[in-house]
T-cell receptor, first 113, second 115 residues
Framework: DVKVTQSSRYLVKRTGEKVFLECVQD?????MFWYRQDPGLGLRLIYF???????EKGDIPEGYSVSREKKERFSLILESASTNQTSMYLC????????????FGPGTRLTVL | AQKITQTQPGMFVQEKEAVTLDCTYD???????LFWYKQPSSGEMIFLIY??????QNATEGRYSLNFQKARKSANLVISASQLGDSAMYFC????????????FGAGTILRVKS
């Protein structure tokens, strides 16, 4: 079974703080993704990575950065958290087969006060 | 334009009955895949079913089937014999060959199963 873990289930931070969200997978998947989920908007892609040290902007990258130093770990960074970044953050991984589904972590519910 | 449209924000269904969750998509790519995910209140995303654009048969997985109508660009999820545990948010998603491995999600449909 694919296992995708995220560092925290719930996180509360203050405006202006630097926030790190960590995602770790154990399936040796090349592709990793960060989404945020908001009511009525579904999941929106923030950043993704198809290999170590490679990253691509998704649909809503503003205010975020990412880091992929090792294959199994993909970090999402909020350089200066703002209240509009309060959301559920989901990490996902994907193998290389065309019909592969993305496997999701349990999510981190971030509240920025 | 929205790539994935789920027009039903919420649905109710009686236990043991079948329910159809609607999904329409927009793409000019000939090669694409369609996915359905379930998200219970606990938050994890659970993969349910996959349909490839070149698959001639509708996909089925247990009580889940995907009613794929390519000309209409629709990929509705049918859940047969609904159970209380089916109460969750359901997302339709698409992956287009042109855009690599990115998934685009719809806004979701909340399903509530009544006893």
């Amino acid at each position: 079974d694919v296992k995708v873990t995220q560092s925290s289930r719930y996180l509360v931070k203050r405006t202006g703080e630097k926030v790190f969200l960590e995602c770790v997978q154990d399936m040796d998947h090349e592709n990793m993704f960060w989404y945020r989920q908001d009511p009525g908007l579904g999941l929106r892609l923030i950043y993704f990575s198809y290999d170590v040290k490679m990253k691509e902007k998704g649909d809503i990258p503003e205010g975020y950065s990412v880091s992929r130093e090792k294959k199994e770990r993909f970090s999402l960074i909020l350089e200066s958290a703002s209240t509009n970044q309060t959301s559920m953050y989901l990490c996902a991984t994907l193998g290389q087969i065309n019909t592969d589904t993305q496997y999701f972590g349990p999510g981190t519910r971030l509240t920025v006060l | 334009a929205q790539k994935i449209t789920q027009t039903q924000p919420g649905m109710f269904v009686q236990e043991k009955e079948a329910v159809t969750l609607d999904c329409t998509y927009d793409t000019s790519d000939q090669s694409y895949g369609l996915f359905w995910y379930k998200q219970p209140s606990s938050g994890e995303m659970i993969f349910l079913i996959y349909q490839g654009s070149y698959d001639e048969q509708n996909a089925t997985e247990g009580r889940y089937s995907l009613n794929f109508q390519k000309a209409r660009k629709s990929a509705n999820l049918v859940i047969s014999a609904s159970q209380l545990g089916d109460s969750a948010m359901y997302f339709c998603a698409m992956r287009e060959r042109l855009y690599g491995n990115k998934l685009v999600f719809g806004a979701g449909t909340i399903l509530r199963v009544k006893s």
